[in-house]
């Protein structure tokens, strides 16, 4: 079974511009959130999505976002990006319906470097 | 601020050794806590997990202790190896919320 597939695993912009992750999750899960790792901060959770439909936000600007489609494959949006948002982004897919349960299977991520 | 407080920040043990990391909480409502191991380059891999109705959960070389009164649980990895050297994350959830996470920990293990 293939794991959770993100893209691209490397990425440089600068500062103002926007930014499109991509991640397909493992098959049959339908619940995909994502997450943002920096040294020192660890994790933090930026949304949670399922069956199309965001049912949890973390405390980011509202320069993130991200949705989900019908095939349960995700994407997040960063505009005017600044220096601070240089981070691994992960994504992660659970095949527990309920959100914060169950074990959460990330992907590689994507390395954001701002510029 | 920080739902689930994790130290130390780094640590180094020698082979062979046991490596303690130690994390805290203070939302009674959570009722799940995994922890994540981390290596270079990959995304975390669930490594195992406690419920609170239990005090201890032992897998293979990894235990967690948790304590409830206290608010704390921890990590204890037996006769570390050199293939333990990653950044493990402690985390907490419960259902209908998001999983918090620790800052992680770097270990290394020395030959």
């Known amino acids: 079974k293939a794991g959770v597939t993100q893209t691209p695993r490397y990425l440089i912009k600068t500062r103002g511009q926007q930014v499109t992750l991509s991640c397909s999750p493992i098959?049959?899960?339908?619940?995909v959130s994502w997450y943002q790792q920096t040294p020192g901060q660890g994790l933090q959770f930026l949304f949670e999505?399922?069956?199309?439909?965001?049912?949890n936000k973390g405390n980011f600007p509202g320069r993130f976002s991200g949705r989900q489609f019908s095939n349960s494959r995700s994407e997040m949006n960063v505009s005017t990006l600044e220096l601070g948002d240089s981070a691994l982004y992960l994504c992660?897919?659970?095949?527990?319906?309920?959100?914060?349960?169950?074990?959460?299977?990330f992907g590689e991520g994507s390395r954001l470097t701002v510029l | 601020q920080q739902q689930v407080k994790q130290s130390p920040q780094s640590l180094i043990v020698q082979k062979g050794g046991i490596s303690i990391i130690n994390c805290a909480y203070e939302n009674t409502a959570f009722d799940y806590f995994p922890w994540y191991q981390q290596f270079p380059g990959k995304g975390p891999a669930l490594l195992i997990a406690i419920r609170p109705d239990v005090s201890e959960k032992k897998e293979g070389r990894f235990t967690i202790s948790f304590n409830k009164s206290a608010k704390q649980f921890s990590l204890h990895i037996m006769d570390s190896q050199p293939g333990d050297s990653a950044t493990y994350f402690c985390a907490a959830s419960f259902v209908g919320n998001q999983f918090y996470f620790g800052t992680g920990t770097s270990l290394t293990v020395i030959p």
């Open positions: 999505y399922f069956s199309e439909t965001q049912r």
């Open positions: 992660a897919s659970n095949r527990r319906g309920e959100i914060g349960t169950g074990e959460l299977f």
């Open positions: 098959s049959g899960h339908r619940s």
